[in-house]
């Protein structure tokens, strides 16, 4: 891996037109995501009585979208460095739409799994093209702060999610909401259709003969660097997922909250996330990637661990705020950090592999949580979710190299 200096003329360049398209089609799309993996969280209960699920199919059904999310993210993000970021966006919100009104109609768990698996593989090629589209948009010194923004669209999708499921679960069902599911999509296609290529994409594309996924392991260095942003990512995901698909569930269990106020306090959580993202790509931008890393992960050790001891309500809304802003303020500066990592010919595809096989290995989050928490108790399921961070300090301290403000090779 060659380092990158800053470059002077890419800094002092304001985003234009072309850059706010990108950023909003992108934010539009991951809001889409995470407004879909949350309303499903919100349904497991749900769709589990009415089809008969045992908690391990419930569990599973977030599993499976999760590894579909991987194959999806080495398809596209493989595609999309050969043909284009726009066209193969495009792509992904058709087969996330199609598969996600199809899931309304499941008749059994065999039919469902199916679907919400190739739904997963279309919200797989999401993120990291679009991240790769905002990194290539905007210029170096906001590199972080225009990635963290693409974050908080997936903060918005859920903070929807959160709000409106309890609203409109009882009155039209799951199968209902699997159809609400399919309004952002419709929403983000129609943003997209006026988005460009990116100019350093179409610049270098004539140039792309080889295979992007080699580029991922090129050299020593480079190998180096993406096992560390597996382990960042991989840690990432199954803290969040471990976390966000069961915390309606710990809150409702644990204290007796109803389906309106553990709704509440979980927005209460992704509103810290949301503010979270936001400092994120400040700090990334002004201290550097490494530091803004290692300040959340240890952030996120203590905070998770001491939101597995709160009792009071008040103290879980402001815990689950302040741990909100560790957990998953993290995602803010992926985007920034894996474009900065990699050549544009390859750019896409290792934002999507690598954040992907993250959701895989996070899939198994909620799996684990949900077995902790049948033996022993949710408080304890959330104290070993603390603990898996200290993995995440180890691969930023020795893993991950800094090229904040380098220009994209």
Not at 63 to 87: E, Q
Request: positive net charge; proline residues 4%; glycine residues 12%.
């Amino acid at each position: 891996m060659t380092p990158a200096s800053p470059s002077s003329a890419e800094s002092n360049v304001l985003p234009d037109r072309h850059a706010a398209r990108a950023l909003v089609a992108s934010m539009l799309g991951y809001a889409m995501d995470g407004f879909d993996l949350l309303i499903l969280g919100f349904m497991l209960p749900a769709i589990a009585a009415d089809l008969h699920l045992s908690s391990t199919q419930a569990g599973s059904l977030v599993t499976w979208t999760l590894v579909g999310a991987v194959a999806g993210g080495l398809i596209f993000g493989t595609l999309s460095d050969f043909y284009g970021r726009v066209r193969m966006l495009t792509w992904t919100i058709l087969l996330f739409a199609v598969f996600t009104g199809l899931c309304a109609l499941a008749q059994g768990f065999g039919d469902l799994l199916f679907y919400r698996t190739v739904a997963g593989i279309g919200l797989g090629g999401e993120f990291g093209i679009g991240m790769a589209l905002v990194a290539e948009a905007w210029p170096a010194e906001q590199r972080a702060r225009a990635s963290s923004y693409v974050g908080l669209g997936w903060q918005a999708g859920v903070l929807a999610a959160a709000l409106l499921t309890p609203l409109l679960l009882p009155l039209i069902g799951w199968r209902g909401m699997f159809a609400v599911g399919l309004l952002p999509a419709v929403v983000s296609f129609a943003v997209r259709r006026r988005v460009e290529e990116p100019a350093l994409f179409t610049a270098r594309a004539k140039a792309n003969r080889g295979f992007p996924l080699r580029r991922l392991v090129d050299d020593a260095s480079t190998a180096r660097a993406s096992l560390g942003v597996v382990i960042l990512c991989s840690v990432q995901n199954f803290g969040y997922y471990g976390l966000m698909i069961w915390l309606p569930s710990y809150l409702s269990k644990t204290f007796g909250y109803s389906l309106t106020k553990s709704g509440v306090w979980t927005a209460a959580t992704v509103l810290g996330m949301a503010l979270g993202i936001w400092l994120f790509g400040i700090a990334a931008d002004r201290f550097g990637r490494k530091p803004a890393f290692l300040a959340y992960q240890i952030g996120a050790v203590v905070m998770v661990f001491v939101y597995s001891h709160l009792m009071t309500p008040f103290a879980l809304l402001i815990g689950g705020a302040v741990m909100g802003i560790f957990v998953n303020g993290m995602i803010g500066g992926y985007g920034a950090l894996i474009s900065e990592l990699y050549p544009t010919e390859a750019r896409a595809t290792a934002q999507n592999v690598l954040f992907n096989i993250g959701r895989a290995v996070g899939g198994f989050g909620p799996v684990a949580v949900g077995a902790l928490a049948a033996r022993y108790s949710f408080a304890a399921a959330l104290a070993f979710l603390a603990s898996i961070y200290v993995l995440d300090i180890l691969a930023t301290l020795f893993l991950i190299p800094e090229r904040r403000g380098a220009s994209l090779q």
